[in-house]
Structures are given as structure tokens and as C-alpha cells.
């Protein structure tokens, strides 16, 4: 009994230390493209990298996630993954996206005015032994130059 007792502080201990080691992963924009646009929307895809800080390798399953461009919703999805992000790596995700004419007029807008900051908002889920364990990241920055295709197919000079 009392040997059972020992076994159980000690691996009740040892998964404490393990639990405040854990940092969590990020998510950040790669890339935003365009490859095409229409009375219905623009169609593209979102490559952005997962980040893994620490030690082990982690099962990826998947990403829900939304994107904002200068404060103005433009696009959300999910994409369902295989994969694992080395220790210490980083796993590049690409996704198809589809921003409706009604958010890609607010999207124009705002890059018309000059703004180009982002916002990812990510639900990542991963794989583990004892289920899925899910996280939310935010990441946000800076989209690439003015002048690129994304610019010319929404107009904006």
C-alpha cells in the first residue's frame, strides 16, 4: 500500500514538471495568394507556418482557423492534417480559401487605405495517446508589399 501510494506522488509529481515545461506552439502567416477573382469572390490559397518549441515531435490533426486584414473578416476554414511537427520545427500548412464578394469588398477597402496588417486566429488540434488536445494561437503581422496579384485583382493601387 504504502509503495503504491509513493508510485502514485511520484507520477503525479513527474507529470507536473512535465506539464510547466510545455510551451505552446504558434502559428504565423507565410503567405497569402490569389489565384483568381470574380463577381462571387476571390479564390486562393493560405500557406502559414506551425511552430513547435518544444523538445518532442507533435501529431498534428488539424487547423481551424480565421484570417482578418486590416481589421475586416476575410476569410475562415479548416483544414484536416497528418502530419507531425518536429521538436523544436516548424510544419509549413497550405490551405485552399474562398473570400466572399461581400468580405472581399471590405478587404479592398481596407487595403486601399494602405492597411496591411493580419490577424490569424488558429484552433490547432493535435493527435496524442490519450485523444485530441486542442489550443488556440493568435498571431498577427504584416502581409507582404503592395503591388503584388493580390493587389492588382481586388484594385487596390
Known amino acids: 500500500m504504502r509503495l503504491a501510494i509513493m508510485v502514485c506522488l511520484a507520477a503525479l509529481s513527474g507529470c507536473s514538471i512535465f506539464m510547466r515545461s510545455i510551451e505552446k506552439p504558434s502559428a504565423k502567416v507565410r503567405d497569402v495568394s490569389v489565384s483568381s477573382a470574380g463577381f462571387t469572390g476571390v479564390k486562393g490559397e493560405l ?86 488536445l486542442s489550443i488556440d494561437v493568435e498571431s498577427s503581422g504584416q502581409l507582404g508589399g503592395g503591388g503584388g496579384l493580390v493587389d492588382r485583382v481586388l484594385g487596390v493601387r
Open 47 to 132: 500557406r502559414m507556418d506551425v511552430t513547435n518549441p518544444n523538445p518532442i515531435g507533435v501529431p498534428l490533426q488539424g487547423i481551424e482557423w480565421t484570417l482578418s486584414i486590416g481589421g475586416a473578416q476575410a476569410v475562415s476554414g479548416r483544414v484536416e492534417l497528418s502530419q507531425t511537427i518536429p521538436a523544436k520545427g516548424v510544419a509549413p500548412v497550405t490551405t485552399s480559401l474562398t473570400i466572399d464578394a461581400r468580405d472581399a469588398v471590405a478587404v479592398a477597402s481596407a487595403l486601399s487605405s494602405g492597411s496591411r496588417t493580419y490577424t490569424l486566429r488558429a484552433h490547432i488540434t493535435f493527435s496524442t495517446a490519450v485523444g485530441p
